[in-house]
């Protein structure tokens, strides 16, 4: 879990986080994404074409919540490794407090191991990626409107 706070009204960030094909703008490892839905909303499907070493894998994501323009909850439907996370975000005066909670499954027994081993190490490193595409979201948001 990681929160920054973004100096854009919550309807604004919500609209940017929504938008599947600006992720590759600040979600690490992204190299683009495509709603295969209709539109988005809870339901929808769509599917990110993610870098994992040197290999990119495409992951197809089903919209688990989406609640304008305070919450957008999404989990892995097919692809390599399993996750389900949420963004709440929560609208100060001129700025919204995003906070990004992520939930990811060992995808082989490697990682089931590493995880019992490294357990708290594995932790504080995913706590710094989601900081840093938080960084990343506030710094595409402010360059958006610059």
Do not use: C
């Amino acid at each position: 879990m990681a929160s920054i706070t973004i100096d854009r009204p919550a309807d604004e960030v919500f609209g940017f986080v929504t938008n599947v094909s600006e992720m590759p703008r600040w979600v690490s490892g992204v190299k683009s994404a495509k709603l295969l839905s209709k539109e988005m909303g809870k339901g929808a499907r769509y599917v990110v074409d993610y870098i994992r070493g040197r290999r990119a894998e495409a992951i197809e994501i089903e919209v688990t919540d989406y609640e304008e323009p305070r919450l957008f909850g999404s989990r892995s439907s097919r692809g390599p490794f399993q996750f389900e996370g949420r963004m709440e975000l929560e609208n100060g005066s001129h700025q919204t407090t995003v906070t990004n909670i992520i939930e990811a499954g060992p995808d082989s027994v490697a990682t089931r191991l590493a995880s019992f081993l490294f357990g708290p190490f594995l932790r504080r490193s995913f706590t710094a990626r989601l900081r840093a595409e938080l960084e990343q979201l506030q710094s595409a948001m402010h360059q958006r409107s610059g």
